[in-house]
């Protein structure tokens, strides 16, 4: 059989459980298609020998009959993700030549679900980018192309994007603390879901910001993404934001009946100069839910507008706190001293050196908004504004919307290099739908349902109730049937 990198979570399930296929055939093929696609920059650590001895020991597990829902199931992980004995370094040369002594909650609860791990994969530097262009192993790819353009695969987890859609793997993690699961998926057309904050342990997974930051899947399709959420999620004493909820069979859910749904259209979401294209997108999105049987409400979320001056308060305040034990002392990297130097130098010397631009632009942002005089005037109205917008999607789920629709991104990928770094600000529009779901906690998926005018996918969001992930997944599914998306990025190696 050939292509197997090709498949679906679903199809290489059955596969393997009705045993056509063995776990180590397929994860030879994920291998060979990861070594292949080195162009892509997608897979920054690859760990076949691991891989492998996984995949031996999920054919027993299968052999024998003891089967869990990812057993045997090649995937990629985000570099974010602490994973024993394997380089973790969240793409920063700050934590160059950390090996973990232990497992992030998300990876252990995947690999007791039999899941292979071929490789780690390519990120913004700390999750801290909408472009993969901060990290330091270099930009990934987005196997997608505009004639011999390099396009961004987005960010943070430009990798995990670019490696699914590609086939490298079948599936990947992915981290979204601002929209970095969600608008990657859109731009490398795929499928990605952020849970409701809590839904997945943050243990082992490198901090941004703690009260935004969620694992979530990357994967190619919404069964998919049901089958792999349901595996990662678990309730952990170690985090003290977990949730200690059951955790629902989300693919049972999958039975693509809306009729009667209630999809609310917000408003405040029709941006000025937002491009026909995504326009249209989000109308034929809402006739196509429409035509399944819900019903489209119109909505208002009044304080959308502040969501992403709230965001870019909150999240380097909190970053600039996390980041504050990159310090070159306990683990890490450590700056060569001149004589004379004492530990304020080592210090300034170990973050200079370790940190890119981008994550100490956002360090200093944080630590001025924290700072005496200016925490009530930044920080806490910010946090008051995050107040007013949860309110507002309660006050929308309250009125009998079961979830809301949105365009993911305001446009197709871009090329790599078109956001000059002299502006980050236009970079930082790029989360400007996706930004509101982590300040208010709430779970949101991007389904890819077009092409543009130059044949780029794009991506619809749904947005739904919090810990209703099981709902959001049935109308996102119902959606993904309607849109028939299909498309790849054929032969994207040829111009790399």
């Known amino acids: 059989m050939e292509n197997l990198n090709s498949l679906t979570l679903a199809k290489g399930r059955d596969l393997l459980q009705s045993k056509d296929i063995t776990s180590v055939e397929l994860t030879e093929a994920c291998l060979r298609a990861a070594e292949g696609g080195g162009a892509l920059n997608a897979v920054v650590h690859h760990t076949p020998e691991l891989a492998l001895d996984q995949a031996a020991a999920a054919d027993s597990r299968l052999a024998q009959g003891d089967a869990p829902a990812m057993c045997g199931l090649p995937i990629g992980i985000k570099d974010l993700f602490c994973t024993k004995g394997v380089p973790s370094q969240a793409a920063s040369r700050i934590l160059d030549g950390f090996r973990p002594e232990y497992e992030s909650t998300v990876s252990q609860n995947l690999f007791d679900a039999g899941a292979v791990m071929i490789g780690k994969l390519n990120m913004d530097e700390f999750a801290m980018g909408s472009s993969n262009e901060t990290s330091i192993y270099g930009n990934a790819v987005n196997p997608w192309k505009l004639d011999d353009k390099q396009l961004t695969p987005g960010g943070s987890s430009g990798g995990s994007a670019a490696a699914v859609a590609a086939d490298l793997c079948l599936a990947a993690t992915g981290t979204d603390t601002g929209g970095s699961i969600r608008q990657p998926a859109a731009f490398a057309g795929i499928v990605g879901i952020k849970p409701t904050y809590g839904r997945c342990s943050r243990w082992g997974i490198v901090a941004f910001a703690s009260s935004l930051d969620q694992a979530g899947p990357m994967t190619k399709s919404v069964r998919d993404a049901a089958i792999m959420l349901e595996a990662m999620c678990s309730h952990d004493p170690k985090d003290s934001t977990s949730a200690e909820l059951e955790v629902p069979n989300f693919e049972a859910l999958l039975t693509g009946d809306i009729r009667g749904k209630k999809i609310g259209i917000p408003k405040e979401y029709r941006l000025d100069?937002?491009?026909?294209?995504?326009?249209?997108?989000?109308?034929?999105?809402?006739?196509?839910?429409?035509?399944?049987?819900?019903?489209?409400?119109?909505?208002?979320?009044?304080?959308?507008?502040?969501?992403?001056?709230?965001?870019?308060?909150?999240?380097?305040?909190?970053?600039?706190?996390?980041?504050?034990?990159?310090?070159?002392?306990?683990?890490?990297?450590?700056?060569?001293?001149?004589?004379?130097?004492?530990?304020?130098?080592?210090?300034?010397?170990?973050?200079?050196?370790?940190?890119?631009?981008?994550?100490?632009?956002?360090?200093?942002?944080?630590?001025?908004?924290?700072?005496?005089?200016?925490?009530?005037?930044?920080?806490?109205?910010?946090?008051?504004?995050?107040?007013?917008?949860?309110?507002?999607?309660?006050?929308?789920?309250?009125?009998?919307?079961?979830?809301?629709?949105?365009?993911?991104?305001?446009?197709?990928?871009?090329?790599?290099?078109?956001?000059?770094?002299?502006?980050?600000?236009?970079?930082?529009?790029?989360?400007?739908?996706?930004?509101?779901?982590?300040?208010?906690?709430?779970?949101?998926?991007?389904?890819?349902?077009?092409?543009?005018?130059?044949?780029?996918?794009?991506?619809?969001?749904?947005i739904g109730k919090p810990w209703q992930e099981g709902d959001l997944l049935n109308t996102a599914y119902a959606l993904e049937n309607a849109a028939g998306f299909s498309a790849k990025p054929n032969n994207w190696w040829s111009s790399l």
């Open 273 to 462: 100069g937002m491009p026909d294209e995504i326009e249209k997108l989000w109308t034929d999105g809402a006739a196509m839910l429409r035509e399944a049987g819900a019903e489209m409400i119109d909505v208002t979320l009044p304080h959308t507008k502040y969501a992403l001056p709230a965001y870019y308060v909150i999240a380097p305040a909190e970053a600039s706190s996390n980041l504050a034990r990159y310090d070159g002392v306990r683990f890490g990297r450590r700056a060569q001293l001149d004589a004379g130097d004492g530990i304020t130098e080592m210090y300034e010397k170990s973050r200079a050196e370790g940190f890119g631009a981008e994550v100490q632009r956002r360090i200093m942002i944080g630590t001025y908004v924290l700072s005496a005089g200016f925490y009530d005037a930044y920080y806490n109205r910010a946090r008051r504004v995050r107040a007013l917008i949860k309110k507002d999607f309660e006050d929308v789920f309250a009125s009998g919307v079961d979830a809301i629709l949105t365009p993911t991104t305001p446009s197709a990928a871009f090329g790599l290099g078109d956001m000059a770094e002299v502006d980050p600000v236009q970079m930082y529009l790029n989360d400007v739908f996706t930004v509101t779901v982590n300040l208010a906690g709430l779970p949101g998926i991007s389904v890819p349902a077009g092409l543009d005018g130059q044949g780029l996918p794009l991506g619809l969001q749904l």
